[in-house]
């Protein structure tokens, strides 16, 4: 069966950066290339919000509160999707979960935390 497992999350101060990385497993070769991608993140006592996704023919999309620090990117060779984080803030503290997306499969990971503290 499909997994997404996210990986890179950590502490880090603020305006410092890291690197997320979801990759897939359980997925027939070369399907990935075809799901849509996406990052969410959840703090606590938020709801969950789209942090940004990737479309397969490679379209981005950012929520306005990260555009021009945080860069989605997938490499489809290794089933895996990237989240280049960049001067990082508080208000960035959160869950950061992948989500997968063909039709009427909706896959999701369990989710890495990034926490910005001084």
């Known amino acids: 069966h499909v997994q997404l497992v996210e990986s890179g999350g950590g502490l880090v101060q603020p305006g410092g950066s890291l690197r997320l990385s979801c990759t897939a497993s359980?997925?027939?070769?070369?399907?990935?290339?075809?799901?849509?991608l996406g990052w969410y993140r959840q703090a606590p006592g938020r709801q969950r919000e789209l942090v940004s996704t990737?479309?397969?023919?490679?379209?981005?999309n950012y929520a306005d509160s990260v555009k021009g620090r945080f860069t989605i990117s997938r490499d489809n060779d290794v089933n895996t999707m990237y989240l280049q984080m960049e001067n990082l803030k508080s208000e960035d503290t959160a869950v950061y979960l992948c989500?997968?997306?063909?039709?009427?499969?909706?896959?999701w990971g369990q989710g890495t935390q990034v926490t910005v503290t001084s």
């Open positions: 359980g997925m027939a070769f070369g399907v990935f290339g075809i799901y849509e």
């Open positions: 989500n997968a997306i063909l039709g009427p499969e909706n896959y």
């Open positions: 990737i479309s397969r023919v490679m379209d981005k």
